[in-house]
């Protein structure tokens, strides 16, 4: 592995200093950057996916606030102490995260690096970067009170990731990429939990129905906007029960902790607001593959069902006493980790650990796969 990464590294700085050759520079790169891995997802022989590129909020941000002030960061141990080499990176995890499972699986490569990461390669533009960043949300007010990038600058982020990869591979590669990636959104938590049910006074004139239509339609714009830059194979996530993640559970589930309904109502109506707005932009879309991807009740059955799957802890985080802590709260000076991390559904009290994520990937890939490809 070191000496793969050396000779990719040698070869990257030859073709940046041999302009003049850069067209085959750039496909011996594709070969060994999309060879550093092993697929585990067979892909038909036709089918061709050349990146992944990731918008939404910290499920899958890889460190693109690690510069910003904001609470929203975790660029700082115990985060990322199953990641490689136990570096913290800015992942809210432990150690991966979704779409860095999903590359691997598909073959690509083996994580989606953040798109602000100041060590990025120009190779890495090749095959998918992340925009996400930790506390964004559909509705602006909801990551501004977090600090973080909204979505509308992700866009921006990305018309200027668009110009880069122009200037690597020309115009007809980069119409090629676009067209043939999977693009994934995962947004949306943040702005139930933490903006609407948080700050009822700014949100009096809404009700649950019409704050969810209201996140629902935002979504809905985001994938129209992709689709008009040539993107032609979108996953839009739903949101996750909510209710039932430990901070939630801490702070709004009485004595006993337990799920709270009206966190987890709102995400179902969300869901089924945003499940049929995909629905009909498919029908209207006819050349694209736009689908919406169900993590509510994968998610829930890892919470509510925790020792079919190895699972010793669905109610806790990992992190200190597994109630509150998420973010500067889960440090290495005032929160101990757990041992045995695969024996909890989260790792702090907001975000999954990447044994969930593991199990969670491998179910949406066998449920979704055939769809995108």
């Known amino acids: 592995m070191e000496r ?137 007010l909801t990551t501004q009170i977090a600090g973080g990038i909204p979505l509308s600058q992700q866009l921006k982020y990305f018309e200027e990731y668009l110009e880069r990869l122009n200037g690597l591979v020309g115009d007809e590669r980069t119409k090629f990429i676009i067209k043939n990636s999977l693009f994934v959104i995962i947004c949306g938590s943040n702005d139930i939990a933490n903006d609407f049910f948080t700050f009822p006074t700014v949100w009096h004139q809404y009700d649950v129905a019409s704050f969810t239509a209201l996140m629902a339609d935002n979504a809905r714009s985001i994938a129209m906007k992709l689709y008009g830059y040539g993107a032609r194979r979108i996953l839009m996530f739903g949101a996750p029960p909510i209710g039932c993640v430990p901070s939630q559970r801490t702070v709004a589930g009485g004595p006993t902790r337990d799920c709270v309904v009206r966190f987890n109502d709102a995400s179902k109506l969300f869901n089924a607001k945003l499940s049929a707005n995909i629905d009909g932009l498919s029908r209207t879309l006819l050349d694209t593959t736009l689908i919406y991807i169900d993590i509510y009740n994968p998610l829930l059955d890892l919470i509510l069902n925790p020792h079919k799957y190895g699972f010793k802890v669905a109610n806790l985080g990992c992190c200190g006493t597994g109630l509150i802590e998420v973010t500067a709260l889960c440090n290495n000076y005032t929160a101990a980790v757990c041992p045995v991390r695969s024996d909890y559904v989260f790792w702090d009290s907001f975000h999954p650990t990447e044994t969930a994520y593991k199990i969670i990937v491998a179910k949406l890939l066998d449920r979704y796969l055939n769809r995108f490809l």
């Not at 990146?51 to 693109?64: K, L, Q």
């Not at 690690?66 to 990176?89: K, S, W």
């Not at 798109?115 to 095959?127: A, C, G, S």
């Open 4 to 140: 793969r990464r050396a000779l990719q590294h040698s070869f990257s700085y030859f073709c940046l200093s041999s302009s003049s050759i850069l067209y085959w520079c750039i496909f011996f790169l594709v070969l060994l950057f999309t060879s550093a891995t092993n697929a585990l997802v067979k892909l038909p022989e036709n089918t061709t996916i050349p990146a992944i590129i990731v918008f939404g909020d910290s499920i899958v941000d890889a460190g693109n606030n690690d510069d910003m002030i904001t609470e929203a960061r975790c660029d700082y141990p115990p985060y990322g102490i199953d990641f490689d080499g136990g570096v913290p990176t800015g992942r809210f995890s432990n150690g991966k995260v979704p779409t860095d499972m999903l590359a691997e699986e598909l073959g690509i490569k083996p994580y989606i690096p953040a798109y602000r990461d100041p060590n990025l390669k120009p190779e890495d533009l090749l095959t998918g970067v992340t925009f996400a960043s930790g506390g964004a949300g559909y509705v602006p």
